[in-house]
């Protein structure tokens, strides 16, 4: 059975840092690309971020651009996200993604599996 566990998140003041984490099990880790996206109520799940599993490419939204970076640890099955220079408009649950053979990694529906989200919320 497959298990993505993301944890990190929390209330955070406007510029400051929070780094999420993703634990996964159950699947081979390495072969699999990892993707970070966000939700805040009444919207479409956005892409955040998302790491290859063969080169460590990384790919971010504009939104993000420069102040988040995507990394993995494949001995330990996790992906990281660390967010620096938080703003108000960061504030949604977070989600980790796990996707086989992933082309348009943009897309939600391009990952296979899915963690429970974890809650980030940034005071102005």
């Known amino acids: 059975q497959v298990q993505l566990v993301e944890s990190g998140g929390g209330l955070v003041q406007a510029g400051g840092s929070l780094r999420l984490s993703c634990a996964s099990s159950?699947?081979?880790?390495?072969?699999?690309?990892m993707g970070w996206f966000r939700q805040t109520p009444g919207k479409e799940r956005e892409f955040v971020a998302r790491?290859?599993?063969?080169?460590?490419?990384?790919n971010y939204a504009d939104s993000v651009k420069g102040r988040f970076t995507v990394s993995r640890d494949n001995a330990k099955n996790t992906v990281y996200l660390q967010m620096n220079s938080l703003q108000p408009g960061d504030t949604a649950v977070y989600y980790c993604?796990?996707?086989?053979?992933?082309?348009?990694?943009?897309?939600?529906?391009?990952?296979?599996?899915w963690g429970q989200g974890t809650q980030v919320t940034v005071s102005s």
């Open positions: 159950g699947l081979t880790f390495s072969t699999y690309t």
């Open positions: 993604a796990a996707g086989n053979r992933v082309i348009f990694w943009s897309r939600s529906t391009n990952y296979n599996y």
């Open positions: 790491i290859s599993w063969n080169n460590g490419v990384t």
